[in-house]
């Protein structure tokens, strides 16, 4: 979640049968993404490909993902407030996660600003997938240079 706005994949992965068998806690594509517990608490993300989660990360699935997304990091450190622990051992339970306000426009006003934001946002994942592409390019030619090949 801390590589920038969209999660495009994770160091941990699960099996083909680890997922089939946890089908229940399976979240779309475009789920908000909220770290609810340790240092990293109030950090939020966007999944850009259909994905699982730990308990430490609750998600929103909604229609207006850009939305929620800044309304809660615009306001983290409200979020982080409502969890119980040390700053490092934080620890926003499920019942303060769903109560957490989200002032909503009105109708009309939400969907422009989802239809207009998700056009840049869209960008921003573009973006996110080149230099992904470019750090393994980079990785793959030091390594190649390092080996002498």
Known sequence: MRSGVFVID????????????????????RSVLVA??????GEVAISAIPAQT????NA???????????AIKNNTDNFRSMGDGSST???????SFE??????????????FEDSASELFSLVLE??????????????????LSSGN
């Open 89 to 95: 051992m934080l620890n926003v339970n499920k019942t």
């Open 127 to 144: 973006n996110q997938m080149e230099i992904r592409k470019l750090e393994t390019t980079k990785q793959l030619l030091v390594s190649r």
């Open 99 to 112: 109560n957490f306000p989200i002032a909503l426009p009105d109708g009309i006003m939400l969907t422009d």
């Open 60 to 70: 929103l699935i909604t229609e207006f993902p850009c939305f929620v997304y800044h």
């Open 10 to 29: 994770s160091e941990a992965k699960l099996s083909f049968a680890g997922a089939d068998s946890q089908k229940n806690k399976s979240i779309p594509e």
């Open 54 to 57: 730990n308990q430490q990360i």
């Open 36 to 41: 609810c517990i340790g240092a990293n608490a």
